[in-house]
Structure formats: C-alpha cells, structure tokens
Nanobody, 113 residues
Framework: QVQSVESGGGLVQPGGSLRLSCTVS???????MAWYRKAPGKQREWGAR???????SYLDSVKGRFTISRHNVKGAVCLQMDSLKPEDTAVYYC????????WGQGTQVTVSS
C-alpha cells in the first residue's frame, strides 16, 4: 500500500509563508498528484493539483498564493504557500488524484496572529 509522509507545517502569522513537502513510498511517475486540506468543521477539499507533465490547477481561494511542484525521481511533491490567511488553517495532505491511496498523517498548518 502506498504511503505518503507530509511535513513542513507549523504556526505562521497572516501574510507569512510555509513550504510543505511530501514523500511517497511508491512511484509517482505517471500519476496526477494533489494537495488536499481539511479545516476544522469542514469537509476535506483539494487545493492544488499537478499533472504528469507539470500542468497545475488550484482552488480559487488559493490561486496566486500557492504553488505545487513535483520531483518524480524523488517521489516528492511540494506546496509553497505564500500570503497565508487564517482561513488556510487546516491539516494538509498529499495524495494522488483521483484519490485511491490511503491518507497519510498530514501536517498541521495554523495561520494566526
């Protein structure tokens, strides 16, 4: 079973930046990857997606602030988050898209002054 391990979360002030990283136990060659997030009291949603050729798409609320990237050889996916807002507070996960793998433990991002 493929497992993902997310890291890089933390507490940051509004307007700050964080860079999340994810490593996957299996290969990500030929697989669309995405970052998802789950905020308290809300359903999990995808926020950023990257195709096999590097094309990206974003949830409207993070467009222009978040950047997803991938490194196929390392089996890694990153999420650069800038101009963070309190509403970005959530546990962030990476996974394939459409999602077929089990969820990892995620990494907590808290945006607060």
């Amino acid at each position: 079973q493929v497992q993902s391990v997310e890291s890089g979360g933390g507490l940051v002030q509004p307007g700050g930046s964080l860079r999340l990283s994810c490593t996957v136990s299996g290969t990500i060659f030929g697989i669309y990857m995405a970052w998802y997030r789950k905020a308290p009291g809300k359903q999990r949603e995808w926020g950023a997606r990257i195709t096999t050729d590097g094309s990206t798409s974003y949830l409207d609320s993070v467009k222009g602030r978040f950047t997803i990237s991938r490194h196929n050889v390392k089996g890694a996916v990153c999420l650069q988050m800038d101009s963070l807002k309190p509403e970005d507070t959530a546990v962030y996960y990476c996974n394939n898209k459409p999602r077929t793998w089990c969820w990892g433990q995620g990494t907590q991002v808290t945006v607060s002054s």
